[in-house]
Nanobody
Framework: QLELVESGGGLVQPGGSLRLSCAAS????????MGWFRQAPGKEREGISC????????FYADSVKGRFTITTDNSKNTIYLQMNSLKPEDTAIYYC?????WGQGTQVTVSS
């Protein structure tokens, strides 16, 4: 059974940075896409970024483009989300996704 484990969330001041990690363990396909979603209180879950396991294809939502960078380490079946210039509106629970599988979520709070 595939398991996704996120880490790296926390409290940061506006303008600060955080790096999230998501490690996949268990059976995966040779080619797959992993991504990050987030859900703020009272809002729907939104997709913000994804990457192919080759690293050749990436996607960013307009809300994070230019501030967030997604990367992958295939040797570890792990993806990372480097988040810079964080804003209070980035506050949410961030979830890792691979197909029908979800991580447990990690809280990111941007506040002074």
């Amino acid at each position: 059974q595939l398991e996704l484990v996120e880490s790296g969330g926390g409290l940061v001041q506006p303008g600060g940075s955080l790096r999230l990690s998501c490690a996949a363990s268990g059976p995966t396909l040779d080619y797959y896409t992993m991504g990050w979603f987030r859900q703020a209180p009272g809002k729907e879950r939104e997709g913000i970024s994804c990457i192919s396991n080759s690293g050749g294809s990436t996607f960013y939502a307009d809300s994070v483009k230019g501030r967030f960078t997604i990367t992958t380490d295939n040797s570890k079946n792990t993806i990372y989300l480097q988040m810079n210039s964080l804003k209070p509106e980035d506050t949410a629970i961030y979830y890792c996704n691979l197909g029908h599988n979800w991580g447990q979520g990690t809280q990111v709070t941007v506040s002074s």
